[in-house]
């Protein structure tokens, strides 16, 4: 199994990255961080560390100053999940999603998902689906 680390300089080579920066960077935090049977907090801490190391090399093509870069597991995944945490006066704030917005079986055994967080969009919708009430 692959170290956060070794999957960081799998995506970071494979996006042309030099291979030098990788050596800019600190990773802490340890796995498990959440309940599940995928490697979630891997995956976010390597994601995080790519986008960090590609600000940072940008940094350096504009000012030529190098930066370092540290992410820690913990943080990571807090920041993958961060809508959970969010608060408006104290409390969480109304669900994110429409009430139609979803993934929904078609007739032919396929799948569709309707975006219908924007007025136009569910409007859109349900004049395509609902045409003599739109």
């Given amino acids: ?52 190391l590609a600000a940072a090399h940008v940094w350096k093509l504009r000012s030529g100053q190098s930066q370092d870069v540290a992410v820690d597991m913990r943080h990571a995944v807090v920041e993958c999940r961060s809508e959970r945490y969010l608060r408006v006066d104290g409390k969480p704030p109304p669900p994110a999603w429409d009430v139609i917005a979803g993934v929904y079986k078609t007739r032919d055994r396929r799948f569709i998902r309707l975006h219908t967080n924007f007025p136009h969009h569910r409007d859109a919708v349900a004049s395509a689906l609902l045409p003599d009430r739109a």
């Fill in 1 to 52: 199994m692959q170290t956060p680390q070794q999957i960081l300089a799998d995506l970071w080579t494979h996006a042309s990255g030099e291979e030098s920066a990788l050596e800019s960077i600190t990773l802490t935090g340890e796995e498990p961080q959440l309940p599940s049977s995928f490697r979630v907090a891997a995956a976010a801490k390597a994601c995080v560390a790519a986008a960090g």
